[in-house]
């Protein structure tokens, strides 16, 4: 009898391991669930399911990625906040504009001549 397998698989490879201690699961332990999964949810009968725990077992195979995981387990990515933006304010009066040009330029410069290169063709 095969069971169907659900469409949204969670995102826990230790769930879809069935290691209920997490973090605290040896390589040893994530080896031997990995490998009792795939004998009741072999590749020939059950595609999907073997897909999920693969997948599920390559994250947690090598130290280094069950480190990873563990770090994203235990604190995940902020979730970006979806705003809309303020609108604008584009009521500017010329006084301002003139002031800001000011402060940020030099308007009073009067070597601008020494910059000015003639181009002809």
């Known amino acids: 009898m095969t069971t169907p397998a ?4 969670p995102l826990d490879p230790y769930a879809v391991l ?14 031997q669930a990995y490998f009792t999964l795939v004998r009741a949810y072999p590749p020939e009968r059950e595609p999907e ?7 599920a077992y390559d ?3 090598t130290p280094e990625k069950k480190l990873e995981t563990d770090m994203t387990r235990l604190e995940p ?22 002031c800001a040009a000011r402060a940020l330029s030099d308007l009073s410069r009067t070597d601008w001549r020494e910059d000015f290169h003639e181009v002809r063709l």
């Open 77 to 98: 990515w902020p979730e970006p906040e979806l705003q809309p933006p303020a609108p604008l304010d584009l009521s500017v009066s010329p006084a301002d504009v003139i």
């Open 6 to 9: 659900p469409q949204n698989p």
């Open 49 to 55: 399911a073997f897909k999920r725990i693969r997948a």
């Open 59 to 61: 994250r947690l195979k």
């Open 18 to 31: 069935g290691l209920s201690q997490g973090t605290t699961a040896t390589l040893d332990e994530i080896k």
